[in-house]
């Protein structure tokens, strides 16, 4: 519905209660954390930093940091993938493109690919948004294993404990 009618206070806050049915919002202020323990490993050189694991609608926020010139493991995407490259660059052995600091990426469903960071990048930063799942493949399509919002918060969970933070500090980040 278009805005017709002229609003006589646009700085008067919304007056309502929220509908009781809504979830809490989530406010990370510093999403690249100063405490390394944050980042969860996920491969050699591989982690995630996660910010909303949504396991009501099955996708998950998070930040993917490669460390030296790490590689994530060829996977299909059945959904949709957004990202923006925060640090350093990266691509994709099926692709002739770079994601550049400041560029955004969108990964339509059906995506099989392997991302690598090149040589002379000490650290990249991505911000993803992963839909579904994540599933690992050999260079054929044969499936090697798979992640999704739940094996995520489980990761999150046992990593979380190991580094003193407790099991249940991943639950700030599920809805
Ligand atoms: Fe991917």
Redesign the pocket.
């Known amino acids: 519905m278009p805005l017709d009618a002229k609003d006589a206070d646009p700085r008067m806050p919304y007056q309502l209660p929220f509908p009781k049915e809504a979830l809490e919002e989530i406010v990370v202020p510093k999403a690249i954390p100063d405490d390394e323990r944050l980042w969860v490993p996920q491969a050699e050189n591989v982690f995630f930093r996660p910010l909303c694991l949504n396991r009501s609608q099955g996708y998950w926020m998070n930040l993917l940091k490669v460390k030296k010139s790490g590689v994530?493991s060829r996977?299909r995407?059945p959904q949709a993938?957004h990202?923006f490259v925060l640090k350093g660059r990266w691509y994709?052995l099926e692709h002739d493109w770079v994601a550049e600091e400041g560029g955004y990426v969108y990964?339509p469903p059906g995506?099989t690919?392997t991302?690598v960071v090149p040589e002379g990048v000490d650290e990249m930063i991505t911000y993803?948004q992963?839909n579904g799942i994540?599933y690992y493949v050999d260079p054929w399509g044969k499936g090697m294993g798979y992640e999704d919002v739940f094996t995520k918060i489980d990761m999150c969970r046992k990593h979380f404990e190991e580094v003193g933070l407790g099991a249940d500090y991943v639950d700030q980040f599920i809805r």
């Open positions: 994530l996977h995407h993938v990202g994709y990964e995506e690919h991302l993803f992963v994540m």
